[in-house]
């Protein structure tokens, strides 16, 4: 299954910006790929998926005009820029794919390691 790789996390402060990547190997088995988010005691939530072949994406509410998920397929990689950033983005920031639905929500069977995002106010 897809192997993925992740870099760019970082501190800021808030209002400031980061640029996460994902890099792939190996085949997804599917075309939706995208980024979660996850806080210690919380459980994984949605951040944004795209769609491989056509580009169209998909936001969750709470990041919907200041982050951007791009993809490079010459480069076989995904990309989650994050402007205007706020204390609750705070999290772990995971590179997923395939990402399908089950029991109502986004899920996924491969996942990056996560890369930390600290927003300091």
């Known amino acids: 299954q897809v192997q993925l790789v992740e870099s760019g996390g970082g501190l800021v402060q808030a209002g400031g910006s980061l640029r996460l990547s994902c890099t792939a190997s190996?085949?997804?088995?599917?075309?939706?790929v995208g980024w979660f988010r996850q806080v210690p005691g919380k459980e994984r939530e949605f951040v944004v998926r795209?769609?491989?072949?056509?580009?169209?994406?998909t936001y969750a509410d709470s990041v919907k005009g200041r982050f951007t998920i791009s993809r490079d397929t010459a480069k076989n990689t995904m990309y989650l820029e994050m402007n205007n950033l706020k204390p609750e983005d705070t999290a772990v920031y995971y590179c997923?794919?395939?990402?399908?639905?089950?029991?109502?929500?986004?899920?996924?069977?491969?996942w990056g390691q996560g890369a930390q995002v600290t927003v300091s106010p």
């Open positions: 190996g085949r997804t088995f599917g075309d939706y």
């Open positions: 795209i769609s491989w072949a056509t580009g169209s994406t």
């Open positions: 997923a794919a395939p990402l399908y639905t089950r029991n109502n929500r986004w899920t996924a069977d491969s």
